[in-house]
């Protein structure tokens, strides 16, 4: 068991934690209970929360027993930004988001079997908890002048906007937790972002206080890449888990663009590959990058284990059959759609001809470079070569019946979009 804390090194996943010699020890003669906290501040949690869940999950293979808390009470106030207040969501909207989470989170864990994962709700002990109770019993053990040498306490105070005693307090809440866990589970390790760093901490310095007993904390790094910009950002946003705010296509294609110089942490980090499967991927990469052998396993693995197997599978084959290597009509329409959903796109009626939908989807500067690129042989609607300068959408060749994929050359797409009632019309 305490071999966990090598291997979590070794993948990149440790930045800090409170006494390792005692955590080393501790997981070594475990199990330990350990856990991390999600709060429901979006409907989805993100490429950030799962650094988190893979963490859990080898701690859990590992043999420790994993706890999830969804945050329902945190998520009613959330973390403190650097900058500036978050707006406050409704108790409805918070409430349907820790569903929303709930439903994520049980993906990764193992809820069953000899060592089952448990998820928990912090609104189960605070729902209920009184003013005078929350400060008779918790907030005695804080002290001020600790509270407001947090970093973004401080930042936040030198900044025009302050901060509210809400989310001054949520260190505080944050701490209940831990001390809640350590009383009802025995949990003696908490696990985040090292951005939480001072948060956790909160609860280190709260069970030690109340229940005169030393836990750890134990920190994963905030995810760069290698030039030192930030990681996860997409042109939608975030690289959101949840395949109704990012779809399963367009994830698999965020960790397929990996750099070659971040592919390889980036199996360590996300993957569940042994040692010797990212030695070989990492000699693939030095070797034979054109192949991109190492970024197909990453994004294939990393699909997988958020959407699972059948989404992955459905999503290579739409990216292959995007490019001539597969069948687009074998693509049911949701995957169509989610892998044509970033193409430039254009709205045609039935019948328009080829060199004016190539022309009005911006593949070609204008119909004569459209009809050049017919006779050159390098237009191609539903990866069928177009031979003719004459050659019309034609209403019975559409996929799903109103889709048209419009290809010049090898690589540059674009869509034509029939409304489906034309469509129909022409068909009938």
């Known amino acids: 068991m305490s071999d966990v804390l090598d291997e979590l090194q070794w993948r990149g996943l440790v930045a800090q934690s409170t006494d390792e010699a005692a955590l080393r020890d501790a997981l070594g003669a475990g199990p330990v209970t350990y856990y991390c906290g999600f709060d429901p501040t979006a409907p989805s949690l993100h490429h950030g929360h799962l650094v988190q869940l893979i963490l859990l999950r080898h701690l859990q293979l590992a043999g420790h027993r994993a706890l999830a808390l969804?945050?329902?009470?945190?998520?009613?106030?959330?973390?403190?930004?650097?900058?500036?207040?978050?707006?406050?969501?409704?108790?409805?909207?918070?409430?349907?988001?820790?569903?929303?989470?709930?439903?994520?989170?049980?993906?990764?864990?193992?809820?069953?079997?000899?060592?089952?994962?448990?998820?928990?709700?912090?609104?189960?002990?605070?729902?209920?908890?009184?003013?005078?109770?929350?400060?008779?019993?918790?907030?005695?053990?804080?002290?001020?002048?600790?509270?407001?040498?947090?970093?973004?306490?401080?930042r936040r105070l030198d900044s025009e906007q302050g901060i509210s005693f809400t989310e001054f307090s949520y260190q505080i809440l944050q701490g209940m937790d831990y001390l809640e866990l350590f009383r009802r589970e025995g949990c003696t390790l908490q696990t985040g972002g090292n951005d939480q760093w001072g948060n956790l901490l909160s609860g280190v310095e709260l069970i030690r206080k109340a229940e005169q007993a030393s836990v750890h904390v134990l920190t994963t790094p905030l995810i760069t890449k290698a030039d030192g910009t930030k990681f996860g950002k997409t042109e939608g946003g975030a690289v959101w888990l949840a395949p109704d705010m990012m779809t399963p296509y367009a994830f698999y294609q965020f960790w397929v663009n990996a750099d070659d110089a971040d592919v390889v942490r980036f199996l360590k980090i996300f993957t569940f590959r042994t040692r010797e499967e990212i030695a070989e991927l990492e000699r693939s990469v030095q070797e034979r990058p054109a192949a991109r052998e190492a970024q197909r396993t990453l994004a294939s693995d990393v699909t997988t284990l958020v959407h699972g197997e059948d989404a992955t599978k459905a999503v290579i084959a739409a990216s292959q059959a995007l490019f001539g290597r597969g069948d687009l009509r074998e693509l049911d329409e949701a995957t169509l759609s989610s892998a044509v959903a970033e193409l430039p796109r254009v709205d045609v009626a039935p019948g328009t001809p080829v060199v004016e939908a190539l022309a009005g989807a911006g593949l070609v500067a204008g119909r004569s470079a459209a009809r050049r690129a017919i006779a050159e042989g390098g237009a191609y609607v539903n990866n069928v070569k177009v031979t003719g300068e004459d050659a019309t959408l034609d209403p019975a060749e559409l996929l799903h019946g109103r889709y048209a994929l419009l290809r010049r050359g090898k690589r540059t797409l674009a869509l034509a979009v029939v409304d489906g009632d034309a469509a129909a019309g022409a068909r009938a």
């Open 70 to 154: 969804v945050g329902g009470a945190t998520g009613l106030i959330g973390d403190p930004r650097p900058s500036s207040e978050r707006t406050l969501n409704t108790k409805e909207v918070v409430a349907e988001w820790t569903d929303r989470l709930r439903s994520q989170i049980s993906r990764f864990l193992d809820f069953e079997g000899d060592n089952p994962a448990k998820l928990v709700n912090n609104l189960d002990w605070t729902g209920e908890l009184t003013a005078i109770d929350f400060l008779r019993d918790v907030g005695k053990h804080y002290r001020l002048g600790t509270m407001l040498a947090k970093d973004i306490v401080a």
